[in-house]
């Protein structure tokens, strides 16, 4: 079992990790956001729907399963390699042969070529995916840390240089591939692991036992998830997709560092635990409590703040993409009740429950999803429906663990209630103040500023548990970093 020592360290790393790769990433897409066209960001997200479902192939739900396993040993993860390569061959085939397809269903010619060298990251998808599963077992998040940031720095300059040369599209291409490469060329030299010409049947067939329903689930996840961008870029234009997903990724860099951190640690720290109910709950209900603390503020500003932002970052070509950073904050404040409820499903090796409820989930997901089209019949009607899912889905991931561990959604909302309560009040005031005639540079720093304070005076003066915590915890931190 891991210590609380080592879990807190390894959240933070894990946190490190993910909001220095995404500060680089960030800075470097708004300087290619301000040289590129919306249309190449569009054409790109078209082919990532089909990349993103190929991925889920290729690691086939193996990763989840060595972290998961308590005796997870070196024939087990040279088993899910080689299993994973091959997996991995077949899958690039098909997408290498259907290409012209994809182009033709998009009516864009210039997409084949793209999709064929894209899909060539499936490859080094498979070394990745087994050093994270080897990273998080051990909980060597520091290293992870090192990787994440040794790697998209340089490919940042990459694309930025690519971009400046006219390139276009092929800069975000070479962007997204050197970051892969580089990340798992750095983790090769740092990371004990080496794939050795070893391969169980056996082995391989009992974690795919387990690992099979997260693959179905997170395909079921992936193709729902991707749907939306599929019929945007379907039935609409590429900068129209490209103004829904950059709308998406304001809140999603934000939650992601987050929300990804504590899955991430949550996941291996809950399966040490997995026989104990009563810590396997008190886990995570911090986790929840937590990270809704965090999160919460930071939504309800950033959509207070949308239209400045994207002026100020994206410029004025970008405003299109303001409605759909409002609806996906909105949206990202259920994460913390997701990402916690399925670790601890996944931590008990319930991947029966996780593969019904991604199947529950998707039924009427998708039902939303085509009514919010046909009677919107706008990408802004689109974002509407993903809104009214992930609150409906909030529910269906925390039902099983009423039963599982005793933990209700009910003792869940009462538990993020109070964040919620007081986030809505900082954002409200931050809107108003966006409303004067203050120059727009002086008025944005202004409302980050107040509503830090606001936020943070009222968990004070409520005299706000969550609120100590967190202090004590980054001081335990940085006690444990000084010795």
Known sequence: MHSKNTIIASLFWKFFERSGTQLIQFCVTIALARILIPEDFGLVALIAIFINVASVFVQSGLNTALIQKKDADDLDFSSVFWASLGIATLVYAILFFTAPFIANFYGQPALVTVVRVLALTLFIDVFNSIQNAYISRNMMFKKLFFRSIGAIAPSGIVGLALALCNFGVWALVAQQFCNAFLAVAIMWFTVPWRPSFKFSFTRFKNLFGYGWKLLVSSLIDVVYTNFRGLLIGKFFSPADLAYYNRGDNF?????????????????????????????????????????????????????????????????????????????????????????????????????????????????????????????????????????????ISSFVNASPNKKLMGYSYLEQIKDILPSFLIAIVMGTIVWFMGETDLPLYATMPLQVICGVIIYIGLAKILRFERLDYLIQTIKDFKKKKAK
Request: glycine share 6%; net charge positive.
């Open 251 to 391: 809140p999603f860099l934000i939650v992601n560092n987050i929300n990804t951190s504590i899955g991430s640690v949550l996941l291996p720290s809950l399966a040490s635990f997995q026989d104990d109910k009563v810590q396997l709950k008190k886990m995570m209900r911090r986790a929840i409590i937590t990270s809704t603390f965090v999160i919460t503020p930071m939504m309800a500003g950033l959509a207070a703040m949308a239209k400045p932002v994207v002026l100020v970052v994206l410029g004025e070509k970008w405003l299109p993409c303001v409605p759909f950073v409002q609806a996906y904050c909105f949206m990202y404040l259920f994460y913390p009740i997701h990402t916690s409820n399925l670790s601890a499903i996944k931590a008990m090796g319930r991947s029966d429950i996780f593969l019904k409820l991604e199947i529950i989930k998707k039924i009427y997901g998708i039902s939303i999803l085509l009514g919010s089209y046909f009677y919107f019949k706008s990408p802004i009607g689109i974002a509407y429906g993903a809104m009214s899912s992930a609150v």
